[in-house]
């Protein structure tokens, strides 16, 4: 016991006040034996009570001193970081400098991370260690800070530190939404955000960049920033003059590397403006006048493809030698057709892969002259249409589209099969004529983007495309303005009414109505942008005389709209519509009675009617999407995508005739209380799968508070950029920016709402996994959402693997048609097993076809491609003798191929798949 006393005594953490105390117990302990035993009870007392106050005070949520000592310390009194599981460690971007045990430094003011009390991690060769900052001093003069640790941690293997972010019981971890002034500029050209994380490998390229140039040169200098590192996220700024990179993993969004136009032999030569930029795997595109150059950050590297064979080749220098005096060298082949207005990039299954395990992209320039592609073997192949093309985008299968800037706008559409061989063909699609699905406007200003299984092309209309079938007659188109949305028109199109008009046609075909009367407009509902059409009556109706688009004979057709019903009147029959000849040919669609469902009357004229009703009560539910088809010998009636009633005709005659017009909102029984929008007409037959998705589509739009419009006062838009990440297209135009998801807006962005706008003139625009860069005429603007860090564990790069090549063709004929090709190098050596389907392009398939064989192709060094022979792995399937399918080579390109053969007049769509073995090049890491 004295021994405890006299420890306790001369303990220097202690307060003063306790040391005190224990003094005077000391001295009556000399002075009074026998009162001791009481004397210590009382200081024990004291110094528990004491304890007691200043646990209660403390920080923590465990029931005793105990639990809390054993939470966070180890037994020698250590931190007992290891028990931080739910911590994120998110690297710093600096290059940490040994100095001792306790200090470290990194390049610039890092003062403002470096904050007393930061955790950190450290990487010592092979192991971590863990202490906080003490704090951190930046000298200018050296223009470096350093940083003191509390705890003697570091050693002379020191590489990299991270900064650690705890969960605190959360289940997420939110950081804050960045809204950044990038630059104030009148120069934009084009952003880009390059996400590597969404690289072939997941970005693990930018872990194998530590022998470069650019990775080793000086930091924090006029065109080079503070972090050698390529950033995981990359936000691009290309102006007149120069291209900006951003790192967008760190708060401020600091500046990571400059490409300036400068001398002759600079990397971006001085002669003309940047016109256009792309990245992907590593590789950063920029277009500029009859330039391209390919900048390779893993290889360190630069080539020029010119539109002369004179001026294309590769840099003699290496990135870090971006703004000093190298040569170019010449004389290379793959020349381009001429100056480059936009590039495109996309990697095609079964691609080369580099030495850095990364797939060679395949590239496309719309030039003045038509449009180039870039293959990955370094192949160049030239459009064999020609004129100025403005705007080109891959799809996520491969297609190229280009648009034509020569006359009224024509989308030029070429597959991977198309673009592999010389001077190569398209098929088009037209603005305004025709009667396929077409173009809103024949402007051809235009910009392009490919969402998912659409295309979207914008002038001063905004046209979404969507390949609904192997043919152009079986897709589907929709428009939208600042003041109207179409909806969607599916194939031959022949109205699009009450889309924001009483009488305006929406569709190609012009064929606006007239106001009887007076019809009332009103919102679908609170807040919405849609409208409805309304106040039907004998003397109140929409109507249009004799068009022989609408005269279908005994054709197939599809009538399609929204309906609201609210008559409640117990035998209340309305008529939304009808077709009439005056005598007794007819297609009209009413509601019946009491029971609020909808009925499909035809008639040809003879004894009798045929009636479709269906069972689906829509009165008093608001808006319902109603689809009536004449389908061969059957009329079907479809309410909210499902099919509500089907009829087989007795009246098979002709439904229409050269005295048919059509009325809306009245018949003989006025829609008197119900609304009407989005009224369609369509030759042909509507497959189910588009009654689903244009229901899916439109449903959004009739909600309280739905919007459908540009948002701004233009129509003129000026870029397009699709987030596959969020699904969100962003349209960009002379009055702000409007983000869309499907057909609905989602969000409005102007000056006004985003105050680091100085303008609502929108040049540039592109947006990757919710980030967002505007570029407009006076400054480039960065937008990051708030973002979990969680979110970001799945990502890390993965193995590339061999994929499962996926293809796709159409015959029209019996002509033989290349639907997939590979090109092979010189010394390589493929198997190559393939699967095809086949079948007709129409609702019930009368021809089908099944193909199963493999073959092995090489390409001995300075020799062309050669086939060893097709073995069949399964017999044979065809429902017609003639119909056929091959593995082939052609000694020009140097290509596999697969060839199939149709049937006449038969549109038939093929699908297949592929897998290579072999090739040890083109797989090796």
């Not at 490919?450 to 428009?479: C, M, Q, S």
Request: net charge negative.
């Amino acid at each position: 016991m004295r021994k405890e006393l006299s420890e306790m005594a001369f303990d220097p953490n202690l307060p003063n006040s306790q040391q005190q105390d224990l003094e005077s117990v000391l001295g009556a302990i000399r002075g009074n034996e026998n009162d001791l035993n009481d004397r210590i009870k009382a200081q024990e007392n004291l110094s528990l009570a004491a304890t007691k106050n200043e646990v209660v005070a403390a920080r923590g949520s465990r029931n005793t001193v105990n639990d809390r000592l054993n939470q966070s310390l180890n037994a020698n009194g250590d931190l007992k970081f290891d028990t931080l599981r739910s911590m994120m460690w998110p690297a710093s971007n600096d290059v940490p400098a040994y100095v001792d045990t306790l200090t470290f430094t990194v390049n610039g003011n890092r003062t403002g991370t470096y904050l007393p009390g930061l955790l950190l991690r450290f990487t010592l060769g092979s192991v971590y260690a863990y202490a906080d900052v003490s704090a951190s001093s930046y000298a200018a003069g050296t223009d470096k800070t350093t940083i003191t640790l509390r705890r003697a941690v570091l050693t002379a293997a020191l590489s990299a530190v991270s900064i650690g972010v705890a969960a605190l019981n959360r289940e997420d971890i939110n950081l804050p939404a960045i809204n950044k002034l990038l630059a104030s500029t009148a120069n934009i050209v084009a952003v880009k955000v390059y996400d590597t994380r969404r690289d072939s490998d997941g970005g693990a390229w930018r872990k194998k960049c530590n022998h470069t140039s650019w990775y080793n040169e000086t930091l924090n200098t006029a065109t080079r920033g503070a972090s050698r590192e390529f950033p995981a996220i990359a936000l691009i700024v290309a102006e007149t003059d120069r291209l900006t990179i951003y790192d967008a993993t760190q708060a401020d969004l600091p500046m990571w590397m400059v490409f300036l136009r400068g001398g002759s032999n600079y990397l971006l030569e001085l002669y003309n403006n940047l016109t256009a930029i792309n990245v992907f795997n590593a590789t950063l595109l920029i277009g500029k006048a009859t330039n391209l150059y390919k900048i390779n950050f893993v290889n360190d590297s630069a080539y020029r493809h010119n539109n002369t064979s004179t001026f294309t080749g590769p840099y003699r220098g290496v990135i870090a030698d971006r703004h000093t005096v190298n040569s170019w060298i010449g004389g290379h082949s793959d020349y381009l057709l001429g100056t480059v207005n936009d590039v495109a990039v996309t990697v095609l299954p079964g691609t080369d892969i580099d030495r850095a395990g990364l797939p060679k992209p395949t590239i496309a320039c719309a030039t003045v002259s038509g449009v180039s592609i870039i293959h990955n073997n370094a192949t160049v192949t030239n459009s064999g249409y020609s004129g100025e093309h403005s705007k080109c985008v891959f799809d996520q299968n491969g297609n190229l589209y280009a648009s034509n800037l020569s006359g009224s706008a024509i989308i030029r559409v070429s597959t991977p099969a198309q673009y592999a061989q010389p001077s190569f063909g398209r098929t088009d699609i037209y603005s305004l004529v025709g009667t396929d699905p077409r173009l809103g406007s024949a402007s051809s200003s235009v910009s392009l983007a490919a969402k998912g299984g659409e295309l979207v092309i914008a002038n001063d209309v905004v046209t979404f495309y969507r390949f609904d079938g192997a043919v152009p007659a079986r897709n589907a188109v929709a428009y939208l303005t600042k003041d109207y949305t179409s909806g969607w028109m599916p194939g031959d199109i022949r109205l699009a009414a009450l889309a924001n008009s009483k009488t305006a046609d929406r569709s190609v075909k012009g064929n606006d109505l007239t106001e009887v009367g007076v019809v009332s407009e009103e919102l679908v509902a609170t807040g919405a942008e849609l409208k409805s059409y309304s106040g039907f009556s004998a003397e109140n109706y929409l109507s249009l005389a004799y068009t022989e688009d609408f005269d279908f004979g005994v054709n197939d057709w599809s009538i399609l709209f929204w309906l609201r019903d609210d008559n409640l009147a117990a035998n209340a029959t309305d008529d939304i519509f009808s077709l009439n000849n005056g005598a007794g040919k007819t297609i009209i669609a009413r509601t019946l009675g009491g029971s609020g469902v909808v009925s499909l009357v035809t008639d040809d004229g003879g004894a009798g009617s045929d009636s479709a009703t269906g069972v689906t009560q829509i009165r008093e539910k608001g808006f319902a999407f109603c689809v009536m088809i004449r389908r061969g010998a059957l009329t079907e009636l479809w309410i909210n995508a499902r099919l509500d009633a089907s009829r087989v005709l007795t009246q098979t005659g002709t439904l229409t005739d050269t005295d048919t017009a059509l009325t809306i909102g009245t018949t003989n029984y006025p829609l008197l209380q119900g609304a009407i929008s989005l009224f369609r007409m369509v030759s042909g037959a509507m497959a189910p799968a588009q009654i689903s998705k244009i229901y899916e589509a439109e449903k959004p739009l009739f909600a309280a508070g739905a919007k459908c419009l540009l948002g701004g006062a233009s129509n003129t838009v000026t870029a397009l950029s699709y987030d596959a990440g969020t699904d969100a297209l962003h349209v960009a135009s002379d009055d702000g920016v409007s983000v869309f998801k499907g057909l609905q807006r989602t969000n409005y962005i102007d000056a006004t709402i985003n105050t680091s706008l100085t303008t609502d003139t929108i040049k540039a625009i592109d947006a990757r996994t919710g980030v967002a860069m505007i570029g407009s005429a006076g400054e480039a603007v960065a937008m990051l959402p708030e973002h979990n860090i969680r979110e970001d564990l799945g990502l890390a790069g993965a193995p590339i693997t061999p994929p499962e090549i996926t293809y796709s063709g159409v015959t029209v004929d019996a002509t033989p048609t290349v639907i997939w090709s590979l090109s092979v190098a010189e010394g390589e050596e493929l198997d190559i097993t393939i699967s095809v389907r086949a079948a007709e392009d129409t609702d019930i398939p009368g021809e089908r076809a099944s193909y199963s064989k493999r073959a092995t192709v090489y390409r001995s060094v300075n020799e062309d491609v050669m086939l060893v022979g097709i073995d069949d792995l399964a017999s044979d399937r065809e429902s017609t003798g003639t119909m056929d399918c091959v593995i082939d080579v052609n000694t020009t390109t140097q290509c596999a191929r697969i060839k199939v053969t149709g049937v006449s007049d038969k549109t038939i769509k093929w699908t297949g798949s592929a897998k290579l073995t072999g090739g040890a090049r083109r797989w090796a890491v």
